[in-house]
């Protein structure tokens, strides 16, 4: 017992010599802390979890989470099988406008996903810029269909996969490849079997960041896609759309989001953004 | 024929411009400090950088020629790398590791190395669960696993402790000795060359500056930096009669009748210092002073002012005995005999 008081009078002390930080400090850090949990704290309040397993089996609500599923995870394979690549010339290529090009590979975290849908909009639109070949040609109408809902949210999550997985090929010794060269592989082998593998963690955290950012996609989506239950009516518009007539539904369909949003968050922990902890 | 090679390429600052040859069965060293461009050669010599100007053939196949547009890529060489820090593959087994190359040549795996470099208990373990030793006994046998016409190694021991690189050295010249295909060692330090190499190239600055066989290069330093990575003192001057006139002033005497230009090569341990005038059968007796005394392992060297200015090796004892220090003024001689004279 003595030594546990004496521990603990010990810690009191250094606790002492820590506390340095100005008392204004402290306040506004706990009123920020305050700020991001109190609207969560709000939400589980009046979420009526009495109803909850009815609210989620409506027809409006399974069918936003089925469509919300496959278009986040179509979207999400878009920006892998998209993105790696361009990660990959970005960490390993040295071009002129390079400065350039990773500016706009950053652009739609910046943007205001509504002009995100704009643009995509006067790009693949029937009177776009390529969606009036698509539809002259091939018949093909991307907005408001569920390939619009993919392409809306593959636009918005491709830049936390390339910037996930540039950051990891940086990471990595790029005489690994040069090694696999000298064994008879050639760039392609490499490439699959050398780069991929050794970035695998922060590729799924790239993987699973995209998906994230898709399954939550609003501005772009609402926009280029439109709002159709069954087609275009993910489960952040089906949020929106159930706020003006069922405010019970509402909220259960949030509380989807939010826990989705807190799994990916704990499974990543200190992954974000590649980097590890 | 191994390898020949005439290599022109620039890196930096430096401009690398050196012809090579390697007969199968030997093992050539490449010796130089730091930055003279031997990992460039061995780079451009794989294939993981194109040449400027000049030529590779390997195996008397051209792999890298500007002047006929020849450049084969690496995967296509045959040539195996053991790579300084060994770069094995982190995701891989070593048995995957090994597999890797084989594979990807669609050849059957030259697995004769496993067995032959006590790797088969380590099959199933990965790159991070291996000791320095064993990390580059896999990577040789991952190199050697695609049956290479020729081996490049890339200061093999350099990412070793002291401790075992002693023990992977005798290994490696018993493993070099019996392997049938040139082999070229890029390394900085003298020891690897002397043991390993049947023949030494000394690159400095881009240049050739001298090669030989290794017992040759060993005993005929014709370099500063050569004499100094040897531990001997190179003195250069004109002889006549049998006595050099040093260029860095002073004379030695000799026991031979060269006559001209000459480099000559004293080992610090052929100086003896001495308190007072000596009387001996040495025929170099100077009087000199101490700059520098710096301990090195077992012996102690002394750098004398001269002229000549040459260096010592002493035991510790007679260091205290003769009461050593920098600014000491000292007697020193050493043996014609011991005045090992070759032309420049």
């Known amino acids: 017992m003595r030594t546990s008081n004496g521990q603990r009078q010990r810690e009191r002390h250094h606790k002492r010599a820590q506390a340095q930080a100005p008392s204004l400090v402290m306040v506004l850090a706990f009123v920020a802390l305050a700020f991001l949990l109190i609207p969560l704290a709000g939400l589980l309040r009046e979420t009526p979890w009495s109803e909850l397993p009815e609210l989620l089996a409506s027809p409006r609500a399974i069918e936003a989470l089925r469509l919300s599923l496959v278009s986040?995870?179509?979207?999400?394979?878009?920006?892998?099988?998209?993105?790696?690549?361009?990660?990959?010339?970005?960490?390993?290529?040295?071009?002129?406008?390079?400065?350039?090009?990773?500016?706009?590979?950053?652009?739609?975290?910046?943007?205001?996903?509504v002009v995100g849908g704009v643009a995509l909009l006067t790009a693949f639109g029937r009177r776009g810029l390529v969606g009036q070949y698509l539809y002259d040609w091939f018949g093909i109408q991307l907005p408001f269909s569920t390939a619009g809902v993919v392409m809306a949210e593959a636009f918005v999550a491709l830049p936390f996969l390339v910037l996930t997985v540039e950051g990891a090929l940086r990471g990595i010794d790029p005489r690994f490849e040069m090694a696999a060269r000298t064994l008879g592989a050639p760039p392609r082998t490499v490439f699959f079997r050398i780069t991929v593998p050794m970035i695998s963690a922060s590729l799924v955290a790239g993987i699973v960041l995209a998906w994230a950012r898709a399954l939550g996609e609003f501005g772009a989506t609402i926009t280029f896609a439109g709002n159709f239950p069954g087609v275009t009516q993910t489960l952040p518009l089906a949020v929106?759309?159930?706020?003006?007539?069922?405010?019970?539904?509402?909220?259960?369909?949030?509380?989807?989001?939010?826990?989705?949003?807190?799994?990916?968050l704990i499974s990543l922990r200190g992954r974000f953004l590649g980097s590890r902890s | 024929m191994s390898l020949a090679a005439h290599i022109t390429t620039t890196v930096g600052t430096v401009t690398i411009d050196a012809e090579l040859t390697c007969h199968a069965g030997e093992t050539v060293a490449l010796l130089g400090?730091?930055?003279?461009?031997?990992?460039?050669?061995?780079?451009?010599?794989?294939?993981?950088?194109?040449?400027?100007?000049?030529?590779?053939?390997?195996?008397?196949?051209?792999?890298?020629?500007?002047?006929?547009?020849?450049?084969?890529?690496?995967?296509h060489r045959r040539v195996g790398v053991l790579f300084q820090d060994y770069l094995l593959f982190p995701h891989m087994t070593v048995r995957q590791n090994i597999a890797f190359g084989p594979k990807n040549l669609g050849i059957a795996s030259e697995g004769a190395w496993i067995a032959a470099l006590g790797l088969?208990?380590?099959?199933?373990?990965?790159?991070?669960?291996?000791?320095?030793?064993?990390?580059?006994?896999?990577?040789?046998?991952?190199?050697?696993?695609?049956?290479?016409?020729?081996?490049?190694?890339?200061?093999?021991?350099?990412?070793?402790?002291?401790?075992?690189?002693?023990?992977?050295?005798?290994?490696?010249?018993?493993?070099?000795?019996q392997f049938q295909h040139g082999t070229v060692i890029v390394t900085h330090d003298p020891v690897d060359a002397l043991v390993l190499a049947d023949r030494i190239v000394v690159l400095e600055d881009g240049r050739i500056t001298q090669e030989g066989p290794t017992a040759v290069v060993a005993r005929e330093p014709r370099t500063e930096y050569l004499a100094t990575v040897l531990g001997v003192t190179l003195v250069r001057g004109v002889a006549k009669n049998g006595v050099i006139a040093c260029d860095a002033g002073g004379e030695l005497i000799t026991s031979v009748e060269t006559d001209g230009t000459v480099v000559a090569v004293i080992r610090p341990q052929a100086i003896s210092l001495h308190?007072?005038?000596?009387?001996?059968?040495?025929?170099?007796?100077?009087?000199?002073?101490?700059?520098?005394?710096?301990?090195?392992?077992?012996?102690?060297?002394?750098?004398?002012?001269?002229?000549?200015?040459?260096?010592?090796?002493?035991?510790?004892?007679?260091?205290?005995?003769?009461?050593?220090?920098?600014?000491?003024?000292?007697w020193a001689s050493v043996k014609a005999t011991d005045v090992l004279v070759h032309s420049a």
């Open chain 2, 33 to 75: 400090p730091n930055g003279a461009g031997k990992s460039t050669l061995l780079a451009a010599i794989a294939g993981l950088r194109a040449i400027d100007d000049g030529y590779i053939h390997i195996d008397s196949t051209s792999v890298d020629e500007p002047a006929r547009a020849i450049f084969l890529p690496p995967e």
């Open chain 1, 240 to 264: 929106y759309s159930a706020l003006e007539v069922s405010r019970d539904e509402a909220l259960a369909l949030s509380l989807v989001l939010l826990a989705v949003s807190l799994t990916v």
């Open chain 2, 275 to 330: 308190t007072g005038k000596p009387e001996g059968s040495a025929r170099n007796v100077w009087r000199t002073s101490v700059t520098r005394v710096d301990a090195h392992g077992e012996h102690v060297r002394v750098d004398l002012a001269g002229p000549p200015p040459l260096s010592a090796a002493i035991t510790p004892a007679a260091v205290a005995e003769l009461g050593i220090a920098p600014g000491r003024e000292i």
């Open chain 2, 120 to 177: 088969t208990d380590l099959l199933d373990h990965k790159p991070n669960e291996l000791s320095g030793g064993q990390a580059q006994r896999v990577a040789l046998a991952r190199a050697l696993a695609t049956s290479p016409r020729l081996l490049l190694l890339d200061e093999p021991l350099a990412a070793l402790d002291a401790s075992t690189k002693q023990e992977v050295r005798a290994e490696l010249r018993n493993f070099l000795q």
């Open chain 1, 72 to 113: 986040s995870i179509l979207a999400a394979a878009v920006a892998t099988i998209l993105g790696v690549p361009l990660a990959w010339v970005l960490a390993r290529r040295d071009f002129r406008g390079q400065r350039l090009v990773r500016g706009v590979v950053l652009l739609p975290l910046v943007l205001p996903p």
